[in-house]
């Protein structure tokens, strides 16, 4: 039993934004691989069984908003009496990532990811496998906060689609290969130039859309 975690936040407002990269991942796997359809309640998240690899799947999409996705994963992790470091893989937005680009880490800290950290906490370590879905460096006239909390721009749509079938790809490879194949075809090298910014407008329009956002805490 495998468990696929997707992190992001709940409800309308929060669907395509930057911050919500992972269930956009875990959405995908569940178009190609779930057992069934409809997503049931369980462990404070919405769960759905798949079929990946040919290994047995529990898809997770957690109810709690960002910042508590520990409580979630340490509740299934305890139920199914799981080991982190070869069953858990926890896809998650990456400011340091372009959009589109994905990278797979085997263990290590949570890079000041809110979402992360709580899980770090929930399960008292770091050794667990996370599919990095890139989202573009924070533009120079905006926020953290509001920047994750943004909807991906309609200009991005097909990086956005790469990232998302890559992430999705990665997952496959790692129950299908293990992590280490997969890292090795998966992590490529980034391009040598940055991403194109923001343009001015467009980041001053998206920092006013989103400020009353970041009042929830659901931030890196």
Known sequence: MKLIVGLGNPGAQYERTRHNAGFIAVDALADSFAVGSIARSQFHAAVLDARIAGEKVLLMKPTTYMNRSGQSVGEAVRFFKLDPSEDLIVLVDDIALPVGHVRIRQRGGSGGHNGLSDI?????GED???VRIGVGAV?????????????FMSEEK????????DA?????LILGEGVTIAMTRMNKKLPGKD?????????VNQTQENSAHAEHGETK
């Open 195 to 203: 991403p194109k910014p923001m343009p001015e407008n467009k980041q």
């Open 168 to 172: 999705k790809r990665a997952v496959e």
């Open 128 to 130: 667990y496998t996370r």
């Open 120 to 124: 770090d906490r929930a399960l008292g």
């Open 139 to 151: 533009p120079r006239l905006m926020n953290q906060a509001d920047w994750v909390l943004s909807k």
């Open 158 to 165: 097909d990086e956005v689609e790469q990232g998302t079938l």
